[in-house]
């Protein structure tokens, strides 16, 4: 599997932002997606999830009520929507495909977030 994300930028405390991962070489519909972000220095933290079958969501605790996880099987796609940014959601944000929560094993190649204050 192939992951590309996407939808990256620039943007203002407040606003906001919709992350893409787009797969190729398999259907993303087999697998728990998730998202992750690092900031250089810092470890890689988890933002959110959805799953497999159920396309139950989860959300990290910093992000919850502000970013939205969605996938569109028809495209291949997995989408962050991301609302109410603020300066500490900057990072490179990483999409991960894997057949369960925690055993991601294929990786797309990072998307940079940066959101002034």
């Known amino acids: 599997v192939q992951l590309q994300a996407s939808g990256g930028g620039l943007v203002r405390a407040g606003g906001s932002l919709r992350l893409s991962c787009a797969a190729s070489g398999s259907t993303l519909s087999t697998y728990a997606m998730g998202w992750f972000r690092q900031v250089p220095g810092q470890e890689r933290e988890f933002v959110s999830a959805?799953?497999?079958?159920?396309?139950?969501?989860y959300y990290a605790d910093s992000v919850k009520g502000r970013f939205t996880i969605s996938r569109d099987n028809a495209k291949n796609t997995v989408y962050l929507q991301m609302s109410s940014l603020k300066p500490e959601d900057t990072a490179v944000y990483y999409c991960?495909?894997?057949?369960?929560?925690?055993?991601?094993?294929?990786w797309g190649q990072g998307t940079l977030v940066t959101v002034s204050s």
């Open positions: 959805i799953m497999r079958l159920t396309t139950s969501t």
């Open positions: 991960a495909a894997g057949p369960l929560p925690g055993e991601y094993r294929y």
